[in-house]
């Protein structure tokens, strides 16, 4: 336990806290795909989330049309004001396809959708994923606490220790160290804001619907990326604040593999240099690969050390394997294929959300 202050606003469970909070004019987004189906996981995030009682919980959902049907009879089974936003409907994508944004598809999309149709529900906004084990109570009115006071965006963070080892690879290993060989070689406050998160890749963050009507998404993973560049440039150092949220536990992924944690390296990497395109930095990607593997391999040594003082297993090799792998993601970005924010498109989360719900209401009848 600790109070050190970072350069954004840092709030420390130092009393096990629920602070007051205005649940009731706040929407919570939890996006699902059809692995999340009566989880256990997210059966405890919506029985947690019932005894909250936010204005509205926005479910976005990509999943095949056969099981939207048991979505709907599931959710239905809790105590909440549930919207659920079929994303991957055939509708849903012409609507989108017809306004030149039919261009990929993932979880940033999805999130995206429903940050529209959360901002028009409530005066707040609180995103989640649905898989945390850990999940209490308390996270919803803590993410919210800052917002609703003096911030506009708060973001949570929390220790990724499981099976008496270090998860968070993919922040531990691969946008630590990746953000810090860029902070070496270029002075730049957006640089200083990314390192200041305590987890910059956590999917829990909350803000003010009118910030929501003002981001922009990534279409796939990368999205907790995207959100820090347009946190940044709307609501700054001073209008950020990050939460401790405890000690998480999350479902795991392999590091290979079309959804593993090198795919996923990929579009982060990616999100990340699109971000700093926006900020004016141009990265020398001839010598950062190696400047990468240099800053991640002195992260290894000090959590071999943080592991063994704690008495926690640690694989050395294997880390520095990943590394190896994840250099391979330190490449100049490609396309830029953000969602634009809210503010700047043609139709309405409204269109979305009825698009959405004539499409499903079809197969639930």
Not at 181 to 186: E, K, T
Not at 328 to 334: E, F, G, I, N, Y
């Amino acid at each position: 336990m600790e109070y050190v202050q970072e350069r954004v606003t840092t709030l420390h469970d130092l009393t096990d806290p629920t602070p007051s909070a205005p649940t009731d004019r706040t929407a919570v987004v939890v996006p699902m795909t059809e692995r999340e189906y009566a989880g256990l996981a997210a059966e405890r995030v919506l029985t947690a989330l019932a005894e909250v009682d936010p204005a509205a919980v926005v479910v976005p959902l990509r999943a095949p049309p056969e099981r939207v049907p048991d979505f709907h009879e599931w959710l239905d089974s809790f105590d909440l004001d549930v919207e659920l936003l079929w994303c991957s409907a055939d509708r849903v994508t012409e609507l989108l396809a017809n306004h030149g944004l039919d261009n990929g598809f993932g979880k940033g999309r999805d999130v995206w959708l429903a940050l529209g149709v959360a901002a028009e529900r409530a005066e707040y906004v609180v995103v989640h994923d649905a898989d945390a084990k850990t999940y209490s109570e308390r996270h919803v009115p803590r993410l919210l606490g800052p917002v609703a006071g003096e911030f506009e965006f708060s973001k949570g963070y929390y220790a990724r220790v499981e099976n008496n080892q270090l998860y968070g690879r993919l922040f531990r290993l691969f946008f630590t160290p990746l953000v810090r060989a860029l902070d070496d070689a270029h002075a730049h406050p957006f640089l200083d804001y990314l390192d200041a998160f305590r987890y910059a890749l956590a999917g829990e963050f909350a803000m003010t619907a009118d910030l929501a009507r003002k981001v922009r998404a990534q279409r796939a993973f990368g999205l907790e990326v995207g959100m820090l560049s347009d946190a940044y440039e709307h609501a700054g150092f001073g209008g950020t604040a990050q939460v401790d949220l405890g000690k998480h536990e999350h479902d795991h992924r392999s590091v290979s593999g079309p959804t593993g944690l090198s795919d996923m390296a990929d579009q982060v990497g990616q999100a990340l240099f699109n971000a700093l395109d926006d900020h004016g930095l141009e990265p020398d990607f001839e010598t950062l690969p190696g400047r990468y593997r240099e800053t991640a391999d002195a992260l290894v040594r000090q959590y071999a050390a943080d592991a063994r003082f704690n008495g926690l297993d640690y694989d050395v090799a294997g880390e520095r394997e990943q590394v190896a792998a994840y250099a391979d993601s330190v490449k100049a970005p490609r396309t830029d294929t953000r969602l634009p924010a809210w503010d700047d498109v043609a139709f309405t989360p409204g269109d979305v959300a009825a698009t959405a719900r004539d499409a499903s209401d079809e197969l639930v009848e």
